[in-house]
Every structure is written in structure tokens, then in C-alpha cells.
């Protein structure tokens, strides 16, 4: 793991974003771990996120003009991910979707800078892929180019439906459908790197390698 890597696991841990038991998936399976987001709730965990996600994004080298938030944690993270890269001397725009279309005002469903150029997708993570495709449909549509998806955690898991399991993630399977890389702050494989490391989670270890042996990507 390298060191921003490293950061992010324990600042996720100790903010209680990521957090150790037992937890159903949207697949039905029972996970030892769980990511959530939607905790990163007050100003100085946000802003501490952000910066992860602006760092990661300048380091990866990908080439882009502005950012996307699909709705609903995307448009705080990429907002949030805008302000961290201009404080970092880099000054994008962003936009994101609703839900449902306004039918006053300005209308449509896409709220912020016009989408153009290359555009990065900011989401915390990606389980069916579903938010992605929507995602990619609308900046297609709009005639700007999807560049990358931008993710909190890559759970390396495999993806599988009607009791089947694919051989692919759902991260793999977003990069081979749209042709466009994932970019993650963290992995499982961080995270296990992070519970080997720590003695106080010691205990979480043995749970979590036998999940990543069952389900995990090769």
C-alpha cells in the first residue's frame, strides 16, 4: 500500500465509514466489512474525503476537464471533490443530475456547468454498475467524452446475479464495457494489508480473508 493508500483505510476506520461485522450486501451476501459514505457527514470528515479523492485523481495522470456527480452521494462528492483540486491549483467545474426532471425553471435533470470535454464520474462505489451507465449515457448524450470513474473503495468483489458468479468485478466490468479506467482511493486489498498491520483489528482478519476468498476477483 502506498502512503495516501494507507491514509484513507484508517481515516475511513476512524471516522466509522468503514466498519467490521456482519453486513448483508445487495448481492444477499453476508460481508464482514461495510462502506458507507453517506457518514462522511460533517464539514471536517467531508473536506478530509475530498482531499483523498482530488489527490488520487491528480496522481492517476488521467486527463480531464471537469467532474460529474450522479445523484445522490456523487453530487457531494463531486462538489466537495471540486473545491479540494482548486485548493490544490486546479480549478474545475462540475455538474450532476436529479433524479426526477424539473419541469419549471430551467428544466432538465442536469444542474451545474454544461458538460463538455472529458469528464471524470465521482461516486463512492460501484456495486451493479448501474449509476455508471446512466452516467456515461448523459455525458454521451450531452456530446462531452466519460474519462474515468472516480471511487472511494473497490471492494474486488465478483459480480454475479440468479446465483451465478462472474469472473469480473463490477469495477472490471465498467472498465471493459465503457473502455474508460476506475480509479480507487482504497481496495480489499488495502483494506487487508491495513488489518494485518493493526493488531487492534487482528480479530476482523481471518473474516475478511475468508469473504475475499469466496468472493473475490483473482
Do not use: W
Not at 68 to 73: D, E, R, S, T
Not at 194 to 205: I, N
Request: charged share 20%; net charge neutral.
Amino acid at each position: 500500500m502506498n502512503n495516501l493508500r494507507q491514509q484513507f483505510i484508517a481515516f475511513s476506520v476512524s471516522a466509522g465509514v468503514l466498519r467490521f461485522g456482519e453486513f448483508m450486501t445487495k448481492a444477499g451476501r453476508k460481508s464482514p466489512y461495510f462502506f458507507n459514505a453517506g457518514l462522511f457527514h460533517d464539514g471536517a470528515t467531508l473536506a478530509r474525503v475530498a482531499d483523498f479523492y482530488a489527490q488520487t485523481l491528480l496522481d492517476s495522470g488521467v486527463e480531464f476537464d471537469m467532474l460529474f456527480g450522479p445523484a445522490y452521494k456523487g453530487i457531494t462528492l463531486a462538489s466537495a471533490t471540486s473545491m479540494a483540486l482548486a485548493a490544490k491549483g486546479r480549478n474545475v467545474s462540475f455538474a450532476y443530475n436529479r433524479k426526477e426532471a424539473k419541469d419549471h425553471g430551467e428544466g432538465g435533470t442536469l444542474v451545474g456547468a454544461k458538460l463538455q470535454g472529458k469528464v471524470v464520474i465521482v461516486d463512492d462505489v460501484i456495486s451493479a454498475g448501474t449509476s455508471v451507465r446512466e452516467s456515461v449515457e448523459m455525458i454521451r448524450a450531452a456530446g462531452a467524452e466519460p474519462c474515468a470513474v472516480l471511487i472511494a473503495l473497490d471492494r474486488m468483489e465478483r459480480g454475479g446475479k440468479d446465483g451465478q458468479m462472474s469472473e469480473f468485478s463490477a469495477v472490471q466490468e465498467v472498465s471493459r464495457n465503457y473502455g474508460i479506467p476506475v480509479i480507487s482511493i482504497g481496495s480489499l486489498a488495502d483494506l487487508f494489508g491495513y488489518l494485518a498491520a493493526d493488531p487492534a483489528l487482528a480479530e476482523h482478519k481471518a473474516a475478511v480473508e475468508a469473504y475475499r476468498s469466496q468472493y473475490g476477483i483473482a
